[in-house]
T-cell receptor
Framework: NAGVTQTPKFQVLKTGQSMTLQCAQD?????MSWYRQDPGMGLRLIHY???????DQGEVPNGYNVSRSTTEDFPLRLLSAAPSQTSVYFC????????????????FGEGSRLTVL | AQKVTQAQTEISVVEKEDVTLDCVYE???????LFWYKQPPSGELVFLIR??????QNEISGRYSWNFQKSTSSFNFTITASQVVDSAVYFC???????????????FGSGTQLTVLP
């Protein structure tokens, strides 16, 4: 089983460049989310989605865009990369019952390490 | 607002020692979920356990055990007879908003790096 697949695993950008981190899951999960992991700060929620066509902001959404055109895919876009966005990014998904989410196990991708110079 | 505190940034033990990872949480919700996740050196986070706020029974799974105490807002994790393969970063997390039908905020602690030496 593929589970949650993230690409690329590593990326180096220059300040001001744009890029998209891809996330796909094959478990038919309604809920998908993006987190960033920084040293000493744990994981912080960037954006999430409870289904196709529905997205919402998390704790640290500035500088990132998302869309959810299908159940399977949830790409994260950096419009104009900044050094502060250097981080490890994780995509995660879970089963949800309506709007009540995050009561069950989150399935994580392997992470994408982004460096912005 | 909810908060999860893992005061132990790094712990180092020798193989076969027991080790307890502390987790203290804050929330005003009466219904919430607590989680532990493991992040091995490979980087991918792995779910270990979920506990809801109405179930204070301790749980044991092999060498792992969890102690949930609402009176002290703690959800501590103990590894008995630690092994080198237990070396990882362990995260405690809190999910709230269930009572409002919107449990969308999953808050993670900053993690505890556990190193088990041979």
């Amino acid at each position: 089983n593929a589970g949650v697949t993230q690409t690329p695993k590593f990326q180096v950008l220059k300040t001001g460049q744009s890029m998209t981190l891809q996330c796909a899951q094959d478990m038919n999960h309604e809920y998908m989310s993006w987190y960033r992991q920084d040293p000493g700060m744990g994981l912080r929620l960037i954006h999430y989605s409870v289904g196709a066509g529905i997205t919402d902001q998390g704790e640290v959404p500035n500088g990132y865009n998302v869309s959810r055109s299908t159940t399977e895919d949830f790409p994260l876009r950096l419009l104009s990369a900044a050094p502060s966005q250097t981080s490890v990014y994780f995509c995660a998904s879970s089963y949800s019952k309506g709007v009540v989410v995050n009561t069950g196990e989150l399935f994580f991708g392997e992470g994408s390490r982004l460096t912005v110079l | 607002a909810q908060k999860v505190t893992q005061a132990q940034t790094e712990i180092s033990v020798v193989e076969k020692e027991d080790v307890t990872l502390d987790c203290v949480y804050e929330t005003r919700d009466t219904t919430y979920y607590l989680f532990w996740y493991k992040q091995p050196p490979s980087g991918e986070l792995v779910f270990l356990i979920r506990r809801n706020s109405f179930d204070e029974q301790n749980e044991i799974s092999g060498r792992y055990s969890w102690n949930f105490q609402k009176s002290t807002s703690s959800f501590n994790f103990t590894i008995t007879a630690s092994q080198v393969v237990d070396s990882a970063v362990y995260f405690c997390a809190l999910s709230t908003g269930v009572s409002s039908g919107s449990a969308r905020q999953l808050t993670f602690g900053s993690g505890t790096q556990l190193t088990v030496l041979p």
